[in-house]
RNA sequence: GGACCCGUGGUGUAGCGGCCCAACAUGCCAGCCUGUCACGCUGGAGAUCGCCGGUUCGAAUCCGGUCGGGUCCGCCA
């Protein structure tokens, strides 16, 4: 039989496909996604791998599988003695090439389940291109537990897997609709370079030894920070990357020492310019590569550092629920003793007293209190009092003998409880009451089931302050990056008491300025972060200096950027978005390995490739470098 | 740097001091089967319980160490 050439073989589009893509190669007339009823009684050829067999002895029924779908194959023995014997030998993820002739099922043999499920491809060749050992794991169940070490050790197994293959798909299709937008636009995608100097955002740098200048090193970049800027210096206006950044810091499920940041900067811009901008592109990029997923509101909400605080107890609120954190100053008759006092002594120290509200809790048994005692001490609280309410609204509280019964109440009434419900009350300085309450309200919220996971809720926060005081150094740390700009009317508070940069103290008004600092979070998560940067050389020299670099270290290190700052800088400002994090979250994700194709264990290690390895002495020689053991404290 | 959890045929689990030279499901191998689609039926092979040491008359089971994986704190924007 002949086989026509096909120019409509690839079926239903996937990822970022287009409908007409021709995707027949000389193996294949059709992907097997792609065949329908019209397709009947035409010779088709296909390829993929065997997902199921099914031997029925003189029958032989397998669904042939490649990244586009499911095809199933009939081998008749009488038809086709060829086909199978060889299809009698094939054996599950053996490929195959398979010739024969597209036909209807017989009526009431359709499966539903499959998309080529009217039709069947009748054999007539069957070509074995590879045999496969039994793989180590289900490739053809996708709901079947597989323990994760496994599945990174044979990788290219699990990404057979549909759930992996189509996680990798949309974050495809993320990065497609990024680019795409960027460009509608005017940004210019510019790659930066990875063999780099050291560019301190605060993380340990991972370091690449120079064979040709013995001695010194590159560092791997944190992130292109300098080199945007540097690029709007260069006069490029806007620009993006779709970057990869290195991080040696400790592993956590939504950290990779690798990882992919959305980086871009803009010139002539204020804030707003900035947020306004970047509020669009990720909305437009939402509906592009997660067009099933309603975002809960448009225009994003804005919250400065403090209300997030105040509110959320989070400057990455999960604002998919309410139970908002209440003060309870005024319910427990302050400035006026309470009768409890661990409150008056938190109150009169300037500390605060806040509750959270936890709905249907109120029977939660001793132990279960316990427990969130315990993740109320881990983050620094002294304890966690409550309230509960029973069913007929009546107040049961150990500190009830202190408060009262009509403070309690009050108290109660504050945290607006209702009947069965339990209030948690945090006593202690604002951060960390606040810290606590909103790692309590994510907990509660998450047992209650209260975010609705369809929902994608973006939020800014804003205004974070420049600076917190770094006791151990005497000096001002930047709490973002060292670059951000103050908001402009406190550009004047960047400054000591007494007008010396090099003599800091926890009373300099650089404490009380707030940067053009900007956060995006994303049901809970910090999606990204940026800032308006400073752009004159003598604001960022007096920055940096609060921050306690010397005029020398600050040349070493930023040499490059604070002379381009004398060429005549543009007053600018971007962000970068947390590539992995955001396509984690589209895939209803919350671990970030689940949507990197290769990504490293806890202990950074890649168990695929076996990596990280011992150099061959060959090339220690070639650096002049030797180990000589790790210091251990 | 620290705390906690996990490690038993290929895979996922059960067993948690003697009843276990280890059970179940699935997978694998062989035979049978012409309409299955998680095909079915019959039979079979397959684990010295991550590794090392200790306690005990006796250890998969208890203890210590170690290796690997994970979660979290510190760290990290």
Redesign the pocket.
């Known amino acids: 039989m002949t086989l026509p050439a096909r120019s409509t073989a690839g079926g239903r589009p996937s990822g970022t496909m287009s409908r007409m893509t021709n995707l027949a190669t000389p193996y294949r007339t059709h992907t097997c996604g792609a065949l329908r009823a019209l397709d009947a009684d035409s010779p088709a050829r296909l390829a993929g791998w065997v997902h199921?067999?099914?031997?029925?002895?003189?029958?032989?029924?397998f669904?042939l599988r490649d990244r586009y779908g499911l095809t199933?194959v009939?081998v008749?023995?009488?038809r086709a003695p060829d086909a199978h014997a060889a299809a009698s030998r094939a054996?599950?993820e053996f490929v195959l090439e398979v010739s024969g002739d597209v036909?209807l099922?017989?009526p009431?043999?359709?499966?539903a389940?499959?998309a080529t499920?009217d039709v069947?491809l009748?054999a007539t060749e069957v070509r074995i291109l590879s045999e496969a050992l039994?793989?180590?794991?289900?490739i053809?169940?996708p709901d079947?537990?597989?323990?994760?070490?496994?599945r990174?050790k044979y990788r290219y197994l699990d990404i057979r897997r549909q759930p992996m293959a189509e996680r990798l798909l949309l974050r495809s299709a993320l990065v497609r609709a990024i680019r795409d937008v960027h460009h509608e636009h005017g940004f210019v995608e510019i790659e930066t370079p990875n063999l780099i100097k050291s560019t301190?955002?605060?993380?340990?740098d991972f370091i690449v030894p120079s064979r040709l200048q013995p001695g010194t090193v590159y560092a791997l970049p944190?992130?292109p920070q300098q080199l945007k800027q540097l690029l709007m210096v260069a006069g490029i206006d806007r620009y993006f990357q779709i970057a990869r950044c290195f991080?040696d810091?400790?592993?956590?499920?939504?950290?990779q020492p690798e990882f992919t940041q959305l980086d871009l900067e803009m010139s002539f811009v204020l804030e707003d310019t900035v947020m306004d901008f970047v509020e669009t592109m990720v909305i437009e990029v939402s509906r592009r590569a997660a067009p099933d997923r309603p975002i809960l509101r448009v225009p994003f909400p804005r919250y400065t550092y403090e209300e997030a605080l105040g509110r959320f107890g989070s400057?990455k609120p999960d604002i998919r629920f309410g139970l908002e954190l209440v003060d309870l100053a005024s319910a427990l008759g302050a400035p006026a003793s309470s009768g409890f006092r661990v409150f008056d002594d938190v109150l009169a120290a300037g500390g605060r007293v806040m509750a959270v509200r936890a709905p249907g809790m109120g029977s939660l048994s001793r132990s279960g209190v316990d427990e969130l005692t315990e993740l109320a001490r881990?983050?620094?609280a002294k304890g966690l009092a409550h309230v509960s309410v029973d069913a007929d609204g009546g107040l049961h509280s150990p500190i009830g003998k202190f408060l009262g019964e009509e403070t309690l109440r009050s108290v109660a009434d504050a945290a607006g409880a209702e009947p069965g419900d339990l209030v948690l009350i945090v006593a202690d300085s604002f951060d960390t009451t606040t810290d606590v309450l909103g790692?309590l309200r994510t907990e509660i919220g998450a047992r209650r089931g209260l975010a609705d996971p369809d929902v994608l809720a973006y939020c800014w926060v804003h205004r974070?302050p420049m600076y917190k005081w770094d006791a151990e150094y005497v000096r001002w740390d930047a709490?973002?990056?060292p670059f951000s700009g103050p908001v402009p009317e406190d550009m004047p508070l960047l400054t000591t008491a007494s007008g010396d940069l090099s003599v800091r103290t926890p009373e300099d008004p650089a404490g009380r300025a707030r940067a053009q600092?900007y956060?995006v979070a994303l049901n809970g998560w910090?999606l990204?972060?940026g800032s308006v940067r400073i752009h004159h050389r003598e604001e960022l020299e007096r920055s940096f200096l609060l921050q306690g670099h010397s005029l020398e270290a600050m040349h070493d290190k930023f040499g490059g950027m604070l002379e381009a700052f004398d060429y005549g800088a543009p007053p600018h400002g971007g962000i970068?978005l947390g590539v992995d994090r955001w396509a984690a979250l589209l895939a209803y994700q919350?671990?970030i390995?689940e949507v990197m194709a290769f990504?490293?264990?806890?202990?950074?290690?890649d168990?695929m490739l076996d990596a990280p390895s011992a150099p061959d002495q060959e090339q220690w020689d070639e650096l002049g470098l030797r180990f000589v053991g790790?210091k251990?404290?």
Do not use: C, W
Not at 144 to 150: F, G, K, N, Q
């Open positions: 199921r067999r099914r031997d029925h002895g003189h029958l032989i029924f669904d199933q009939v008749d023995a009488d054996r599950s036909a099922r017989l009431g043999m359709e499966n389940r499959l499920g069947e009748h039994t793989p180590p794991f289900y053809n169940d079947a537990p597989v323990d994760e070490a496994l990174l301190p955002e605060g993380a340990r944190q992130s991080r810091e400790d592993l956590r499920g939504d950290r400057d881990r983050h620094g790692r974070f709490t973002h990056n600092q956060d910090e990204g972060g970068a919350t671990n390995r990504p490293k264990t806890q202990s950074g290690g168990l790790v251990r404290d």
